[in-house]
């Protein structure tokens, strides 16, 4: 949601491929800041609780200030609480607030004035009911009460007349044309000073107003959408627009290029080219239902809504600076033993609050997480990520060991009487301090497989290589010896560790459980043959090929999966199946045998990642840049980075009720629309959850690991592809 033009340009400058089985040359990025936005959620305080807010400013020297039902507020600590700043307001009646000439003024029951220029600003009135008011220019004020509107020049009422029909709903001040504009909810008025006010348009529900673009259009919104006049002539410029977030327009405010729009669902952007970027949920607000939107401090944007004030801010950023952050926020609060943990939240969105917890794919996320520190020290020779790794992968070496299983990884491993989830999963380990998960699946070992041969490459310390060497033989030695099954605790293979041609190839090839499981075990054959020599890896992968068809498994083009009446695992598309074949597209085309495989090899995996491209998965193309295409989608890579959001909660996310978006029909891939939603605007998810999901989260009660942004943004180092 970048409220500016990116400040980056895409080189076209040309680099040979980082591998020795590629010399396609590609483009790269240049990492400059670009703007990062994020937010600063300021509830009110319990002792304010049910106070009602009407309007948010801020003066030339920073201050924000709230003004309610209870009087005006500040931002103290967090929360808003009441402002006795300057006690004689305290004691006021104010019944609107503004800024002129960057200075608080204010309208009370009995005057306007501001404590600026020497508190000389003192307008009285005799308005009993008036709500509103406006500056013009040289200090000279238009008034609205109930059924009353008054003009006041010099500080003296200059003119005054009823509005029988019903009361105004907004005041602006046209300062190109010396005139104000008022807004009723049927018709809008103008009032130049010397004349009488008339009409100038007429419509249904208006709710607000805006002057934009130096003044020369006037954009009115309603209850069903907005409209834009011709601000001299007040001829309509557009029919009404309703293909937005959400049509119900409360509030219109320019701030700087940008059109800001607050509604009961949320606050949106629009540039001069129509881009909207929505900002709604908890993600980005204390709540949805918007009341007033205003210019704040430092190029930020002040969103007042129910509950609470939220502040926009806009920094710059790199996309390194923003790996930082992620990884802060991952070694603070998601390292359990080295495992790349789940953290949940008792209270949402409280982190203090927060504890680490056992997942089924322990294993899976520090693989993921362990890769992004391997590719970071590959690319900065940074001794913090080396030691990250390896604390990292002695987790994962240990969730091997701790069982009594030869070659059989658990899923998780834990102290005694504190795992939390799927409990009867677990077993005890020989040292009865300890507990492991088992029923491990294929999402496990493709994790241990696919990072154990970064390691295997990256890390300086040959002993350590030849650790996850070992490993490497071990988990492949265990599937080998036990006829391509993994063989749990029971003696019997768990319910997805099953890579045997009784179990492959009893699916048609519609089914992806028989392209996936293939690409599966050739990867990890061929990984393991690479780095041990062992022949009968190699014999095991030939044979699966003659015998049994996996290579015309693999060929299997990926737009034929679908469904297959009576075969379950055919409702849906199946995004956890993307994630394990992309990460085991890695070992399957670097490792391959011969290059004539990995000519094929490339094939599919191209045919695959062409079916991906709408979700502008940064992972999958940058894992697909490292078989050395001509074109992997280099500015939707950097776009996904940047629109990734930084706060990491899992917040309820809805975008169903929205207008702008194009929905499709349903299909068998569930992509929801034609275009994908920037990764701040939807669902927090791995990568292995629908891009395209409207709806959903967990209402502040979990928080993601920055493994999901850290390993796409390194691999992309890794490969000189960001720079």
Not at 177 to 192: A, K, P, V
Not at 331 to 339: E, I
Request: net charge negative; aromatic share 12%; with cysteine.
């Amino acid at each position: 949601m970048k409220i500016n033009i990116f400040c980056f340009a895409i080189c076209g400058l040309l680099t040979t491929a980082p591998t020795a089985y590629s010399s396609i040359t590609r483009h790269f990025y240049e990492d400059n800041p670009f703007v990062q936005d994020f937010t600063e959620k300021i509830p009110l305080s319990e002792k304010l609780s049910g106070t009602k807010l009407f309007t948010v400013r801020n003066d030339r020297n920073g201050r924000i200030l709230i003004l309610s039902n209870k009087g005006l507020l500040q931002v103290y600590n967090g929360q808003l609480v009441p402002d006795r700043n300057y006690r004689p307001l305290a004691d006021m009646k104010i019944r609107s607030m503004d800024t002129y000439h960057g200075q608080f003024i204010y309208l009370t029951d009995k005057a306007v004035l501001s404590n600026a220029w020497a508190g000389k600003l003192l307008i009285p009135h005799k308005m009993s009911n008036a709500g509103l008011f406006e500056p013009g220019s040289s200090f000279n004020f238009l008034l609205a009460g109930k059924d009353s509107i008054a003009y006041f020049n010099q500080g003296k009422c200059a003119e005054q007349w009823q509005t029988p029909r019903n009361e105004v709903k907004q005041i602006l001040y046209d300062e190109a044309r010396s005139r104000f504009l008022l807004l009723f909810d049927d018709r809008l008025e103008c009032f130049s000073p010397g004349e009488k006010a008339e009409k100038v348009f007429e419509s249904d529900n208006l709710n607000c107003m805006e002057l934009i673009e130096n003044n020369t259009a006037l954009i009115i919104g309603t209850q069903d959408g907005y409209t834009e006049l011709d601000a001299e002539s007040f001829n309509s410029h557009s029919n009404l627009k309703k293909k937005l977030p959400c049509s119900e327009i409360r509030c219109i405010k320019q701030i700087g290029e940008l059109l800001w729009f607050g509604t009961p669902r949320g606050a949106f952007s629009l540039n001069g080219e129509g881009r909207t970027n929505y900002y709604a949920s908890k993600r980005w607000l204390v709540d949805d239902n918007v009341i007033d939107i205003s210019k704040g401090p430092d190029n930020s944007v002040l969103i007042l809504s129910e509950t609470g004030l939220s502040i926009i801010h806009f920094e710059p950023m790199t996309l390194e600076q923003k790996a930082e952050h992620f990884d802060e926020l991952t070694r603070k609060r998601h390292m359990r033993h080295g495992l790349n943990c789940s953290f949940s939240i008792s209270k949402p969105g409280d982190l203090s609050t927060g504890t680490l917890v056992d997942s089924d794919n322990d294993g899976l996320w520090t693989s993921m997480y362990l890769a992004g520190e391997l590719f970071r020290y590959a690319a900065t020779k940074s001794n913090d990520a080396l030691q990250n790794c390896y604390e990292s992968f002695e987790a994962m070496e240990r969730l091997s060991n701790i069982n009594h299983i030869e070659g059989f990884p658990s899923r998780s491993f834990e102290r005694a009487g504190y795992h939390l989830s799927d409990k009867s999963r677990w077993q005890p380990a020989e040292d009865p301090n300890w507990t492991w998960k088992a029923t491990t699946s294929s999402d496990e070992i493709v994790g241990h497989i696919f990072v154990y041969s970064i390691f295997a490459e990256i890390v300086p310390d040959k002993t350590w290589r030849n650790r996850a060497i070992t490993l490497i033989d071990d988990i492949t030695d265990h599937i080998v010896r036990n006829d391509l099954y993994l063989i749990d605790y029971d003696g019997k293979p768990t319910l997805w560790g099953k890579w045997n041609p009784d179990y492959v190839n009893q699916f048609p090839k519609q089914v992806g459980d028989r392209r996936l499981n293939s690409i599966e075990i050739i990867g990890f054959l061929q990984t393991a043959y690479h780095f041990t020599g062992k022949e009968i890896y190699k014999e095991k992968a030939y044979e699966l090929f003659e015998k049994h068809g996996y290579l015309d498994n693999i060929m299997i083009p990926i737009s034929t999966i679908g469904r297959v009446p009576g075969i379950d695992l055919t409702t849906d598309w199946n995004h956890s199946d993307d994630e394990l074949a992309f990460l085991s597209y890695w070992n399957l085309y670097k490792y391959a045998f011969t290059d004539e495989l990995r000519e094929k090899y490339f094939r599919t995996i191209k045919g695959h990642w062409e079916i991906e491209r709408p979700e502008k998965n940064p992972l999958w193309n940058l894992i697909y840049a490292m078989t050395g295409p001509a074109e992997f989608d280099l500015d939707e890579t950097i776009w996904s980075l940047k629109e990734f959001p930084l706060d990491m909660i899992s917040w309820t996310i809805h975008n169903r009720h929205r207008k702008d978006i194009e929905l499709l029909e349903p299909n068998f891939r569930n992509q929801r629309t034609r275009e994908v939603l920037p990764p701040d605007e939807r669902p927090m998810s791995k990568y292995n959850g629908n891009a395209f999901r409207l709806d959903g989260g967990s209402s502040g009660r979990r928080e993601y690991s920055g493994d999901i942004y850290l390993l796409p943004y390194w691999l992309g180092r890794y490969l000189k592809i960001i720079k």
